[in-house]
Each structure stands twice: as C-alpha cells, then as structure tokens.
Antibody, heavy 120, light 110 residues
C-alpha cells in the first residue's frame, strides 16, 4: 500500500528555521516525483515545487523559488521542505504528494498534511 | 503562464447532477492534461479525475471529466449526488514544469 506520512504540526516564531518531512512507503521511492503544495488558512491549493528522489532533480514554482528548499534522502525514503527564516505568512498546511508516472498527470497519493503556525 | 478559473460555488440536491467548470485563460485547454481533486473539510486532497477523463481506481463512475475546446474549459460532472460529495473541488493542469491550480469550487449538497 502506497503511503506518504508527514511529520507533525509545528509552532514556530518568525525568523526561526524549520524542516518538515514526508516519508514514502509501499512503492519505489526513487522512481516517482514528490511534490509540495501549500494551503493557507481558508484558501486554495498552491504549487510549490517537486523533487525526483532518484537523482534529487528539483524544480520550484517561481512563486516559491528562493523562499524554500526541497530535498530528499532516498536512503530513508523521505522528502523534505525547509525554511531558513519563517514569516507569519508561512502559516499554512503543507501537503506532499506523489506524482503519477507522467509529470503531467497529477498526483495519485497525498500525505495527510503538516500544519505550520508561525506566530510571535 | 495561464490561469484556471472555477466558479466559487455550486450546489445540487441528492440524486441530481452537477457540473463544475474550469476555464483556461490562455493557450489551448487540450495542450496539457487536466486533473481534478476533491478535498473534504479537514482532509487532504484526493484525485478523482486525471488525464482529462480518467478515473483512478476506487473512484465511482458517478464522477466524470471532459474538456471542451470551444469554451477552452474542462468540466467535472458528478451524477447521482450524495451528501458525501460535499467538498471543495480543484482543477489542475501543467505548464513548463509547473502545476497550475484553479481557485477551487465549493460543492454544497442541499
């Protein structure tokens, strides 16, 4: 059974750093892109970027380039999303998702989401 | 880049049929596949249609997708509405290594 299990909710202060995770299981982790999607409170879905764990090829949405870092450790089948200096506007739920065989065919499995709250 | 525009909300009665549209602002809708995701309150999104009109395993055939080149839009049709269909629905397509999401449509089953 394919599963993506994300790390737990985080409460941080502005300026702090954070790294959240997404552990894949039940499939060949290195052969599928993993994407990250943001959902701000009461808002829609926003594409952040993707990583191919097989070779760590990474692509960022222009809206998030330079603001976050996406990485993966294939030895432990885990993808990461990290911030070096959080802002209050980073408060959101962050989802990881496995992309289908074809990059253009969307995501077939999603993590449960990680709530990040940034508040002083 | 292009935008995908969805109606803010739609509603229907149990047993009826509703259609949610997703209009592409520029470029041809048929250029890139369209996916649809369902997001129930407090839950992660799930995929209900991919590649314009393909249903993932486990999604009932009450859900169907299509594209219309004349209106440059994609549509998600849900027939035999059930209360559990009440959710937000998002369309999604692709452009130059980036995904594009529609703004989402809230479906209310009255």
């Amino acid at each position: 059974e394919v599963q993506l299990v994300q790390s737990g909710a985080e409460v941080k202060k502005p300026g702090e750093s954070l790294k959240i995770s997404c552990k894949g299981s039940g499939y060949s982790f290195t052969n599928y892109w993993i994407g990250w999607v943001r959902q701000m409170p009461g808002k829609g879905l926003e594409w952040m970027g993707v990583i191919y764990p097989g070779d760590s090829d990474t692509k960022y949405s222009p809206s998030f380039q330079g603001l976050v870092t996406i990485s993966a450790d294939k030895s432990i089948t885990t993808a990461y999303l990290q911030w070096s200096s959080l802002k209050a506007s980073d408060t959101a739920i962050y989802y990881c998702a496995r992309l289908r065989d074809a990059f253009t065919s969307g995501a077939d499995f999603w993590g449960q989401g990680t709530l990040v709250t940034v508040s002083s | 880049n292009f935008m995908l525009t969805q109606p803010h909300s739609v509603s229907g009665s149990p047993g009826k049929t509703v259609t949610i549209s997703c209009t592409r602002s520029s470029g041809r809708i048929a250029t890139n596949f369209v996916q649809w995701y369902q997001q129930r309150p407090g839950s992660a999104p799930t995929n209900v249609i991919y590649d314009d009109n393909q249903r993932p395993s486990g999604v009932p055939d009450r859900f169907s997708g299509s594209i219309d080149s004349s209106s440059n839009s994609a549509s998600l049709t849900i027939s035999g509405l059930r209360t559990e269909d009440e959710a937000d629905y998002y369309c999604q397509s692709y452009h130059s290594s980036n995904w594009v999401f529609g703004g989402g449509t809230k479906l209310t089953v009255l």
